[in-house]
């Protein structure tokens, strides 16, 4: 094992700040007398709060660990090895901040080889082992449990995935090559692939042993000492644990081929790690683990040396760290309770706020609007929403009684809104609708009470300018579907005071949102990119250049859906005003497109028809526009589209709209869906050179979202 060590210690030494894992042995009798048994806890010191990782040196107290049994179980002494970790945690995985670290091929070679090492000694020892999944099992925990001969689960399991794809790499320690050849390449694609480009979806403990990963599964609250029971069982004879035979033929291609549907879907081929990991789990169709280990090493060394992997870390450092400590945001202790909300609308949005605030915070939610009709429905949505988490096993019946309970309906604003805390405007987007509504708001509510609105591109200091109190006036923008996207733009507008700033990042982290501090500036962050980014795409089309050639040509950045399909969804009748905000601040870099215009008098909600189940080019949209004889290739959109989302994010960061460029990346991940090899999107920039060619400098200095020099 010397090799291990030396490659391991290397990487310790590259890596002085990893908080380092030990690998506890203990004996213990079986029941049943079944015989001795060496348990290996797994546990870096730390409650479950820090989790338990797996770095260099942590992997060497693990080898340690199995020097230990490996002599013990040739000598007889022990039956078994278990596997478990620390109250709540079985082990999350290696540890990504020593992979930033790594500058050379070789030494990203070195951990891939170190963790199949040591995790291999698990399955070649002279006695059984077994996996205890006490707690969240991520990445190189859950494949040390692979390495096991068996595995049990607890019930109580919060969180188990494999992760990497998401984050650009390949479950590199034995997970794209042990797990098709346990529990079939099917399910192991939706584990690997599917999950991780879903978000990063994580399974329960139910779904882990539903899946075959685990072999048993037991309560929480016994879980150790049923798995040692049940251990004991297998080990006298009096259990054999039955596993149903893996499919090798044309449905483990067929699993592959509905990998790579996936990845297209998600990435569209623009990040390499799913189509890595693909390429390993056809391999391991034949079952020879040995050359599946090798694959694994050579695509970890690829990936961890490429820079959509130190863009995914990136992005998961600013969705995990950054979103945690907004820039900018004042003292928390300057935040002043909120005990009861009202929201001035009843429409799709506001009745998405109320919900929010009620599921949320948990206090009194009144709406408002002009007339019963409108108050009712809102009210009947929230109610409806509620029955829907009910149904879904979300909420129980006396937290959704509870809930509905909360959200009330009001045509009286003194009444509605006497006793509130904060007050939230979802009404039409029009600067003199939103004066009017704050003067009425203002005129009731109590001396402390907040004023939000959740306009999308109006001026938050020009809607307070009028009233008593404009320092109370906060921006404070959520994102279609409100359930979905975490972004909050929390807009400090001129005279907005500290106080009423720190309230509404209190209830923005009570809301669980990602907040961002920006400023009053038109359209703020994610709505002034996106318009100019549509606005570049839809002015090659009023050009003359074909509607499906322009919507193509950000295929290869993997967005989450194209231009025209984006537009379909904010509305075409929100695109317009939006841009026409941003066309009066900055006519220069703004279009209103005439074609845009024609299509919202017209009454369309997009450019695009769906019969035949691919979208294809609504003809009565086609006869509407009016478009010059330009015609660009979709490399020429694509150069136009990234040059302009270049000039106006090195334009935004002068202004000052927001502390940093990593602000304008953590707003497009949270708030528009950028992917996460992308690190947002000046990463990207940066890689591709166009930050230089346009703004004459990187966003971000080399070594951060990219491979150290």
């Known amino acids: 094992m010397n090799n291990t060590a030396e490659l391991l210690k290397g990487a310790a030494e590259l890596f002085p700040d990893e908080v380092v894992t030990t690998a506890h042995v203990r004996h ?22 820090k989790p338990t990782t797996l770095g260099p040196q942590s992997l060497v107290n693990l080898d340690k660990a199995i020097d230990q049994v490996e002599a013990e179980a040739a000598k007889g002494e022990i039956v078994g090895v278990g596997v478990t970790g620390k109250p709540f945690i079985f082990a999350v995985g290696a540890d990504l901040k020593g992979v930033e670290v790594i500058r050379s091929r070789e030494d990203a070679l070195a951990i891939g080889k170190g963790g199949h090492d040591v995790f291999k000694r698990l399955s070649s020892l002279a006695v059984p082992t077994f996996a205890y999944y006490n707690g969240a099992s991520m990445g190189g ?7 096991c001969s068996y595995r049990t689960v607890s019930r109580a399991v919060p969180a188990f995935s494999l992760p990497e794809v998401f984050l650009g790499l390949v479950p590199g320690w034995g997970g794209c090559t042990l797990l098709p050849n346990l529990i079939g390449a099917d399910r192991a694609v939706s584990v690997i692939i599917e999950n991780s480009l879903n978000q990063n979806k994580q399974l329960k403990g139910e779904q882990v042993f539903e899946l075959g990963i685990a072999d048993a599964i037991f309560d ?6 049923q798995s040692l029971i049940w251990t004991a ?20 291609d067929q699993a592959v081929a509905r990998g790579r549907g996936i990845a297209d879907s998600k990435v569209h081929g623009a990040a390499p790690a799913a189509y890595r990991a693909l390429d390993i789990i056809a391999a391991a169709k034949n079952g020879d683990l040995r050359q599946g280990f090798d694959a694994e090493d050579r695509a970890l060394a690829d990936l961890i040396m490429g820079d959509e992997l130190r863009s995914g870390l990136y992005a998961f450092n600013l969705v995990n760290k950054r979103a945690k400590r907004p820039a900018g945001a004042p003292d928390k202790k300057l935040a002043r309770p909120v005990t009861k909300v009202g929201v001035v609308g009843a429409g799709l949005m506001a009745s998405q706020l109320a919900l929010l605030f009620a599921r949320r915070l948990e206090v009194p939610v009144v709406l408002t609007d002009i007339d019963q009709e409108r108050v009712d429905k809102g009210v009947g949505y929230v109610h409806e929403e509620i ?22 309906g009001s045509l009286d604003k003194a009444a509605a ?14 600067m003199g609708v939103k004066q009017q509504v704050f003067a009425e708001v203002e005129a009731v509510v ?20 009028k009233l008593r109190h404009p320092e109370r006036v906060v921006g404070f923008h959520f994102f279609n579907p409100v359930a979905v996207l975490p972004l909050l733009e929390i807009v400090r507008a001129e005279r907005t005071d500290d106080a009423s700033l720190a309230t509404a990042f209190a209830v923005a982290k009570s809301l669980k949102k990602t907040a961002v501090l920006v400023k009053d500036a038109p359209a703020f962050v994610v709505n002034r990119i996106l318009t100019r980014f549509l606005g570049e795409v839809l002015r090659s089309i009023d050009e003359g250049t074909p509607v499906e050639v322009a919507d193509r040509a950000l295929a290869p950045l993997g967005l989450p859906m194209s231009p025209i399909v984006l537009l379909e969804l904010v509305g075409p009748a929100v695109a317009h005003h939006v841009a026409g905000t941003l066309n009066a601040a900055f006519p220069d870099r703004f279009a209103v497109s005439e074609n845009l215009g024609r299509i919202v008098e017209a009454g369309k909600r997009g450019l695009y028809v769906h019969d035949s189940g691919k979208p294809e080019l609504d003809p009565e949209v086609a006869a ?3 478009t010059g004889d330009t015609v660009l290739t979709e490399e020429q959109v694509r150069e136009r589209a990234l040059n302009a989302i270049a000039e106006e994010i090195r334009l935004m960061l002068d202004e000052g709209v927001v502390a940093e460029a990593q602000d304008i990346d953590l707003c497009l991940i949270t708030g528009a869906g950028w992917p996460f090899h992308l690190g947002g999107i000046t990463p990207y920039l940066d890689r591709e050179g166009v930050s230089e060619r346009v703004a004459g400098k990187r966003f971000l200095e080399p070594g951060v979202a990219s491979v150290p020099n």
Do not use: C, Y
């Not at 925990?141 to 390495?147: F, I, Q, R, T």
């Not at 297998?234 to 044309?250: Q, S, W």
């Open 141 to 147: 925990g859950v494949e040390v449990g692979l390495h």
């Open 220 to 225: 929480g609250a016994d879980f150790l000492e």
């Open 233 to 252: 069982s297998v080990l006298r004879g009096e259990l054999e644990v039955e596993r149903p035979d893996v499919d090798r033929g044309e449905a483990w």
């Open 624 to 626: 509407l526009f009016e």
């Open 446 to 465: 109590p001396e402390h009470a907040i004023l939000a609105t959740n306009t999308s591109s109006l001026s938050v200091t020009e809607m307070a300018s």
């Open 417 to 430: 809104f006497g006793d509130a805390d904060f007050v939230i405007e979802a009404v039409f987007e029009e």
């Open 28 to 49: 213990l009798d079986l029941p049943q007398g079944a015989g001795r048994f060496a348990l290996i806890t797994l546990d870096n010191g730390l409650d479950h709060t």
């Open 387 to 408: 029955d829907k988490l009910l149904l879904k096993g979300r909420v129980g019946q006396d937290k959704a009684n509870r809930l509905k309970a909360l959200v009330t």
